[in-house]
């Protein structure tokens, strides 16, 4: 992959980046891969299918198909990357998610909190 701005190699790091399967999530990840960072992103699979007009399931898929879209985009680059679900409002997700990054790729030098989250008008 191209290196970017000078001295901003990220050659040897892994970056954790939380809901990176889309949007400024998965932009940063392209980014620091870019840089030469081995980029590792976290999703969700939300339990419901709002918003896209299909059924929750068909919603999930979405989901994890845009992680293996954005991993898949990394690696035709040349970089490094893996998805990893985790939900992070589970206290135990955090420790997996670093346990499952730092076993594949290494530690993890760099975390882009990303993930958000939010309630459902009822």
């Known amino acids: 992959m191209k290196q970017g701005i000078s001295g901003t190699g990220l050659a040897g790091r892994v970056a954790l980046i939380t809901g990176a399967n889309h949007g400024i999530g998965a ?5 620091l891969a870019g840089r030469g960072a081995a980029a590792v992103l976290s999703y969700l699979r939300l339990n419901d299918g709002a918003g896209d007009g299909g059924t929750p ?4 898929r979405a989901r994890a198909a845009d992680a293996d879209a954005v991993v898949g985009s990394i690696s035709s680059a040349g970089g490094r990357a893996m998805a990893i679900e985790a939900d992070l409002a589970d206290p135990a997700s955090p420790a997996a998610l670093f346990d499952a990054a ?3 790729l290494g530690p993890v030098d760099i975390l882009i ?5 939010w309630v459902a008008d009822t």
């Open 102 to 104: 730092e076993r594949d």
């Open 57 to 60: 399931d068909d919603y999930r």
């Open 27 to 31: 932009a940063t990840a392209r980014v």
């Open 113 to 117: 909190n990303n993930a958000s989250g």
